[in-house]
């Protein structure tokens, strides 16, 4: 079992900066591949997009609508990960996920672009 739990949401201005942080406990984390989704507001699951994954040897990728704006990055000490996320527009306003992919999800966490 894989417990998963985001923190660092929250509501900010067009072109400001959040980090989200996703603290793993359960399982051999350091094994795993992780990544962050989101879903914008009032649709639902199978709306959820992919944002961003990084592997156990810390390669990257993230979608072209956030490329160059939003990082990714793990410390496995803490078993966390963590998506930096800049230069943020209205249209990033989603909860946003983080997700194990053997089909964990955390609950979730807000994030809300608006002047």
């Known amino acids: 079992q894989v417990h998963l739990v985001e923190s660092g949401g929250g509501v900010v201005q067009p072109g400001g900066s959040l980090t989200l942080s996703c603290e793993v406990s359960g399982d051999a984390f350091k094994i795993n591949a992780m990544g962050w989704y989101r879903q914008a507001p009032g649709k639902g699951r199978e709306s959820r997009e992919w944002v961003a994954t990084i592997t156990t040897g810390g390669a990257t990728n993230v979608r072209d609508s956030v490329r160059g704006r939003f990082t990714i990055s793990r410390n496995d000490a803490r078993d966390r990960v963590y998506l930096q996320m800049d230069s943020l527009q209205p249209e990033d306003t989603a909860v946003y996920y983080c997700?194990?992919?053997?089909?964990?999800w955390g609950q979730g966490i807000q994030v809300t672009v608006s002047s």
């Open positions: 997700n194990d992919p053997r089909g964990y």
